[in-house]
Nanobody, 116 residues
């Protein structure tokens, strides 16, 4: 069983930046084989994929965040990051981390609020 704990959310003004982190623990499979991803869910909306990074460090992004968000991973620290820049009010959501290798695991989420 893999546990994922997100951190780094908060309240930020439009145009600001945040860095989210997701630390993994537990499980018997080495962290580096997992495809890691960030999703988000705004009130009344479906959960959507924001960014994904594979074991080979290939990345892909939702069109709405391309050029603004960057996903990265540190396998030694068992942590995946999401750098959020040029934040917009539309980015307000709960951000969830996921780990996938056959089975999909989820974190509890961290709130990001973009407001002046």
């Amino acid at each position: 069983q893999v546990q994922l704990v997100e951190s780094g959310g908060g309240l930020v003004q439009p145009g600001g930046s945040l860095r989210l982190a997701c630390a993994a623990s537990g499980g018997t499979i080495t962290f580096s084989v997992y495809t890691m991803a960030w999703y988000r869910q705004a009130p009344g909306q479906q959960r959507e994929l924001v960014a994904r990074i594979t074991s080979g460090e290939s990345t892909d992004y939702a069109d709405s965040v391309k050029g603004r968000f960057t996903i990265s991973r540190d396998n030694a620290k068992k942590t995946v990051y999401l750098e959020l820049n040029s934040l917009e009010p539309e980015d307000t959501a709960v951000y969830y981390c996921s780990a996938t290798w056959g089975i999909n695991y989820w974190g509890q989420g961290t709130q990001v609020t973009v407001s002046s």
